[in-house]
């Protein structure tokens, strides 16, 4: 609620509580270097990001630059930007999401430098912490099926999902069917000690980050049932651990790169090369392109995406009308309200296609 005109007043009290929950952000323009009339109170554990007030008849396009430190004297800030500077200095885009307020990076950094002290920890374990608690804002995390312990001051490792620790340090990943939606973010590269990651069956988007290949001690890489797009990357050639890779289910494309096919411990690699879009001389597992699998070790019992044909019947299906019509926002009227629109009609070719109920939400609207 910063760079607004509440002419003074005090941040409620009921608001400040739900800082003790899920409101892990309050930013405002509390900065108390400010005598401007626009300026709020807000107690010193409450506003993680005090901003200066830009007054009455401001330009809207006015820079999100944090003109004050974060907080007052909150207890694990980070006042002359020790743990920032060391961030960015890790950082795989050079530091350019931690310059952006809104980034899901600086909003890890805001959570992670408000809610511990890390005076005598080890750059591991706050790297460690940084990197998932972005996977968990660029993932949609409070939309999880699981996310039992995730944002809190707990132990990482206690974090669902977050398993195979030594010293505080994971080893594995495991968030397969979990409802992950997103873009795999590029901080999860920095977490060098991971042996495992499983997000098979979830809703990830976009590429496969070229950077996947400084994971050198990756042994399983279970991406399989998303639908990620874009070309096999070769820098999986630079893992040389590798020993299980199931990329099938998605919606990559090209020629999976014969380097990879040459790593020494692979032993499994399943992916869509069952026709000509994804070509594979090494696969030991080939799917179809554009058909979604159960997450399950025999591909033979696969689950098709709707059958393109017009249907034979023409059967309600009130359940997945309502949904469909929820996610109809910005629309002036219901276009399933009538019966000749083209909307309609696919609405009864998916109602009455035989394995509706195999599809989850994400794929029932695509």
Same mark, same amino acid.
């Given at each position: ?171 594995? *990943?495991? &968030?397969?069917?979990?409802? @992950?939606? /997103?873009?795999?973010?590029? =901080? #999860?590269? $920095?977490?060098? %000690? !991971? +042996? ?24 399983? *890489?279970? &991406?399989?049932?998303?639908? @990620?797009? /874009?070309?096999?990357?070769? =820098? #999986?050639? $630079?893992?040389? %651990? !590798? +020993? ?24 499994? *690699? ?97």
């Amino acid at each position: 609620i910063y760079h607004n005109e509440f002419q003074g007043g005090t941040i409620p009290a009921e608001v400040c509580h739900l800082r003790e929950g899920q409101l892990h952000f309050l930013w405002a323009d509390c900065s108390t270097s400010s005598a401007s009339d626009f300026r709020v109170s807000c107690p010193e554990d409450c506003c993680t990001i005090c901003f200066e007030p830009v007054g009455f008849g401001h330009d809207s396009g006015v820079s999100t630059e944090i003109t004050s430190q974060l907080t007052h004297d909150t207890h694990g800030v980070d006042p002359n930007g020790v743990i920032l500077s060391k961030l960015k200095s890790e950082a795989l885009d050079d530091g350019e999401g931690l310059n952006d307020l809104d980034s899901f990076q600086y909003k890890s950094y805001v959570w992670l430098v408000t809610h511990s002290s890390y005076e005598g920890v080890p750059d591991l374990i706050v790297s460690q912490k940084f990197a998932l608690a972005t996977l968990y804002f660029a993932l949609a995390g409070a939309g999880w099926d699981q996310n039992t312990g995730w944002l809190t001051d707990d132990d990482a490792c206690s974090w669902f999902g977050v398993e195979d620790c030594h010293s505080g340090i994971s080893s594995s *990943l495991n &968030l397969s069917e979990n409802n @992950l939606v /997103g873009e795999i973010p590029l =901080e #999860l590269m $920095n977490m060098r %000690t !991971l +042996k495992s990651i499983n997000f098979a069956g979830n809703s990830l988007y976009g590429v496969i980050p070229p950077e996947i290949g400084k994971l050198n001690l990756l042994e399983m *890489l279970l &991406l399989d049932n998303n639908v @990620l797009s /874009g070309p096999f990357p070769n =820098e #999986l050639v $630079n893992i040389s %651990t !590798l +020993k299980q890779l199931t990329l099938n289910s998605n919606e990559l494309k090209g020629t999976v790169p014969a380097d990879v096919c040459s790593l020494p411990g692979l032993v499994e *690699l399943w992916a869509d090369c069952l026709g000509p879009e994804v070509t594979c001389e090494c696969c030991t597992k080939c799917f179809k392109y554009g058909e979604v699998h159960s997450i399950i070790e025999d591909p033979s019992d696969t689950i098709p995406l709707p059958d393109t044909n017009e249907p034979s019947n023409d059967e309600e299906n009130p359940e997945l009308k309502s949904m469909l019509i929820t996610h109809m926002t910005g629309l002036e009227e219901n276009p399933l309200s009538d019966t000749e629109t083209p909307a309609y009609r696919a609405y009864l070719w998916l109602a009455n296609s035989s394995n509706l109920n195999e599809l989850d939400d994400f794929r029932k609207l695509r």
